[in-house]
């Protein structure tokens, strides 16, 4: 598995229940990686910052409470978040692996591209090439789900 995990860290995500909720699904993700899995994290607001570029799958543990102590930032790039995830999956993919970016957001973006359809097309591009996206929407029920789907 080459899984990149791109967390949404935008003033929209600093709900005390939305922080739960990442810290609980990026703690889950400890019994399903492997030593031989990659996975990266980045978190993204009004630009994308990488904290960890192809670690071992064991390690996910060790970087939970490092992203989710990370202050919220204000404004939205979904696109660009997006664009370095798959930048950094690219770079660690490997023949006969799964590649995945795993995105955590409440969808309220407001900076760079934010039309359905134009990010729509990048996920189908980035689909053709072997890196598969799973939205993981957190919120009670005020995110974009439009944007989302």
């Given at each position: 598995?080459?899984?990149?995990?791109?967390?949404?860290?935008?003033?929209?995500?600093?709900?005390?229940?939305?922080q739960r909720?990442?810290?609980?699904a990026l703690?889950?993700?400890?019994?399903?990686?492997?030593?031989?899995?990659?996975?990266?994290?980045?978190?993204?607001?009004?630009?994308?910052?990488?904290?960890?570029?192809?670690?071992?799958?064991?390690?996910?543990?060790?970087?939970?409470?490092?992203?989710?102590?990370h202050q919220?930032?204000?404004?939205?790039?979904?696109?660009?978040?997006?664009?370095?995830?798959?930048?950094?999956?690219?770079?660690?993919?490997?023949?006969?692996?799964?590649?995945?970016?795993?995105?955590?957001?409440?969808?309220?973006?407001?900076?760079?591209?934010?039309?359905?359809?134009?990010?729509?097309?990048?996920?189908?591009?980035?689909?053709?090439?072997?890196?598969?996206?799973?939205?993981?929407?957190?919120?009670?029920?005020?995110?974009?789900?439009?944007?989302?789907?």
């Amino acid at each position: 598995m080459n899984l990149v995990v791109a967390l949404d860290v935008s003033g929209s995500m600093a709900h005390a229940d939305r922080q739960r909720i990442v810290g609980e699904a990026l703690a889950s993700l400890e019994t399903y990686l492997r030593p031989e899995d990659r996975v990266s994290f980045l978190t993204f607001a009004r630009e994308p910052r990488l904290w960890v570029d192809g670690a071992d799958g064991a390690s996910v543990i060790d970087w939970v409470d490092r992203l989710l102590g990370h202050q919220p930032e204000g404004a939205t790039n979904l696109e660009q978040g997006l664009e370095e995830a798959y930048r950094t999956a690219s770079r660690h993919m490997r023949a006969g692996s799964r590649n995945r970016v795993l995105l955590m957001t409440d969808g309220a973006a407001n900076l760079g591209g934010v039309d359905a359809e134009r990010l729509r097309r990048l996920v189908e591009s980035r689909r053709l090439e072997g890196i598969a996206l799973d939205v993981y929407g957190v919120g009670g029920g005020d995110y974009d789900d439009d944007l989302l789907e």
